[in-house]
């Protein structure tokens, strides 16, 4: 399958199908998300309305408008200003959940939330031009700082109070968030922010000894003990590589060399069978869990057509059109697989709606 084929099939499945479901179906009357659809496509209620899904598809919409759907903007503009209405904290931080009137239920300021608060907003300021998202960013990073810092070890707490593991995948979204702030409204805040991630994937997330990114550590950032201290998450390998790129593009350079190893190390260890990426291996490269994530395979898609092998990336893109994406209603998902290719799902998550963006994004800017 040529590019162009691929780009048409894509444009179709985003365009036609997909987006329009998810900004009926998929939103109340009020403008906020619904978690998760069942695979009819209706809306499913009575869960947690969680912040890091409602900034997740914030920018969803606003990446579809940019790419010219403009039925996203409504979208986008309605469940932004839901999300800026009754999701923040006094303290300018943000909590974790809501229900489904809108009411909190879950105050806690999670790390992996505010990343994904300071990403939507990033994209609403650079698609709707949002005169909020600005000033709104700098208070929630400030507030991140002022609240959530480790001024001892480096980073920033996974929530308040303080909770172990500690994990790079909130790190790795709060650096996703600060270049695409620092992208579009460059600041002191967010460029230094980001160094302070990117210092610690260097003297801790990136395992030197076995060329690989670890997943959990404790508070000072030592490997975690036990098994947890072993998982390697091949989709994380590919995430990391594509954001080490854009931070080279915006002058924070010189990591390559760990990119092109994380890059080999995903794709010798962490792709199984049928071409899909798996869910974990160790850190010599056995796999632990060969299971597959959707959102393992987005990342994949996205980071080898940066690094040139655009035909890998068409063939994957079409095994997960026969995979993940092989649903009687179209516009869903199946987002897990077990080893031996079984669905494990029994609804349909809208937290992966933001990972087949940014790789369907990057398929269909990308030159043909």
Same mark, same amino acid.
């Given at each position: 399958m040529t590019l162009s084929t691929m780009q048409n099939r894509v444009r179709d499945w985003l365009f036609g199908q997909t987006l329009p479901l998810w900004a009926s179906a998929g939103v109340d009357a009020e403008g906020r998300f619904f978690e998760k659809l069942d695979f009819d496509g209706r809306p499913i209620t009575g869960r947690p309305r969680r912040t890091r899904v409602q900034a997740r598809q914030v920018y969803v919409f606003c990446e579809a408008a940019s790419l010219g759907w403009t039925d996203g903007e409504a979208v986008a503009r309605r469940a932004l200003d839901v999300l800026i209405r009754d999701y923040g904290r006094e303290d300018k931080l943000w909590v974790r959940a809501t229900d489904d009137a809108g009411a909190v239920i879950d105050a806690t300021p999670d790390l992996y939330d505010l990343a994904f608060v300071l990403f939507a907003l990033a994209a609403a300021h650079r698609v709707l031009q949002d005169d909020r998202a600005w000033p709104l960013a700098l208070a929630t990073l400030g507030a991140i700082e002022a609240q959530m810092a480790d001024p001892v070890h480096g980073g920033w707490q996974e929530a308040l109070p303080p909770v172990l593991p500690r994990r790079q995948n909130p790190h790795m979204h709060m650096l996703e968030a600060l270049l695409a702030w620092q992208a579009v409204a460059p600041d002191p805040a967010f460029e230094a922010a980001a160094r302070r991630v990117l210092d610690l994937f260097n003297r801790r997330f990136f395992d030197r000894e076995h060329l690989m990114l670890g997943e959990f550590f404790t508070t000072d950032w030592a490997i975690a003990p036990g098994a947890a201290g072993q998982v390697i998450e091949p989709g994380h390998h590919m995430e990391w590589i594509w954001l080490l790129d854009q931070a080279r593009r915006l002058g924070l350079d010189g990591h390559e060399r760990q990119a092109q190893a994380l890059f080999a190390s995903a794709l010798t260890n962490g792709v199984g069978?049928?071409?899909?990426?798996?869910?974990?291996?160790? *850190?010599?490269?056995?796999?632990?869990?060969?299971?597959? *994530?959707?959102?393992?395979?987005?990342?994949?898609? *996205?980071?080898?057509l940066l690094r040139g092998q655009t035909d890998r990336a068409l063939a994957l893109t079409e095994t997960l059109f026969a995979t993940h994406l092989a649903t009687a209603a179209p516009g869903l998902w199946i987002d897990s697989f077990d080893a031996a290719g079984a669905p494990q799902d029994t609804d349909v998550p809208a937290s992966s709606l933001y990972h087949l963006m940014t790789a369907f994004s990057a398929l269909l800017t990308e030159p043909a």
């Open positions: 069978a049928r071409g899909l990426m798996v869910r974990e291996i160790d *850190r010599i490269g056995v796999v632990r869990d060969g299971g597959a *994530r959707l959102w393992g395979q987005t990342e994949a898609i *996205r980071t080898l």
